[in-house]
């Protein structure tokens, strides 16, 4: 059942980073044609600003699920790493607690916030409602959100060394990040390699 929602998670985020990938993109290709356009054609083109503000919006929060799967983001380590193990995996634990629970603030009032969007309109693009640029929000949260819960049987591991999941012996971080306290027995699992 972990293998399954392991590969879930893996092509769910694969997904969401060519998403990203393509936001970036699509942002570069429309800030060149736009620098064309205005200085060497002198006929600007509004509507590519918008449009590359809206890639970038979507360019992060699809990019958000291979942060975390890659230890990529912010932490401050030094609690972490003077605790003992026992207090590691309670810190663990609070640590993706409280990742989901910004992550689950993001999903509803990033709906919320989209489907007030619905009546606004993209200046140079009057056609095109605002709700695709703010559903850029729920959407990277839900791939976030599988991007955590397919490791619902360890915790999040907040230190510089990888951002995996160590539990019970299971650690299923980057394989050449390993955690100082992962000790891999005979009965220990290394997963997602």
Same mark, same amino acid.
Request: with cysteine.
């Given at each position: ?6 590969? *879930? ?25 736009? *620098? ?10 509004? /509507? ?15 990019? *958000? ?41 993001? *999903? /509803? ?85």
């Amino acid at each position: 059942m972990k293998e399954t929602f392991l590969k *879930i998670e893996k092509a769910t985020t694969g997904f969401s980073m060519a998403a990203a990938c393509a936001m970036l993109v699509v942002a570069s290709s429309l800030g060149m044609f736009q *620098i064309i356009m205005r200085f060497v054609l002198e006929r600007p083109a509004e /509507w590519t600003e918008v449009l590359i503000r809206f890639s970038l919006i979507w360019m992060v929060f699809m990019g *958000i699920p291979m942060a975390f799967r890659q230890g990529a983001m912010v932490s401050v380590d030094v609690v972490y790493r003077w605790s003992p193990p026992g207090v590691k995996r309670v810190l663990d634990f609070v640590v993706t607690l409280a990742a989901l629970s910004l992550i689950f603030v993001t *999903i /509803w009032w990033g709906w919320d916030y989209a489907n007030r969007g619905k009546v606004q309109s993209m200046i140079g693009l009057e056609d095109v409602s605002m709700f695709w640029a703010y559903l850029a929000l729920p959407v990277g949260g839900l791939f976030s959100v599988i991007r955590h819960v397919s490791h619902h049987g360890g915790v999040l591991c907040t230190h510089h060394l990888g951002c995996g999941f160590y539990w019970l012996g299971v650690y299923s971080g980057h394989p050449d990040r390993q955690p100082e306290h992962a000790d891999f027995g005979q009965g220990d699992v290394l997963l997602d390699q």
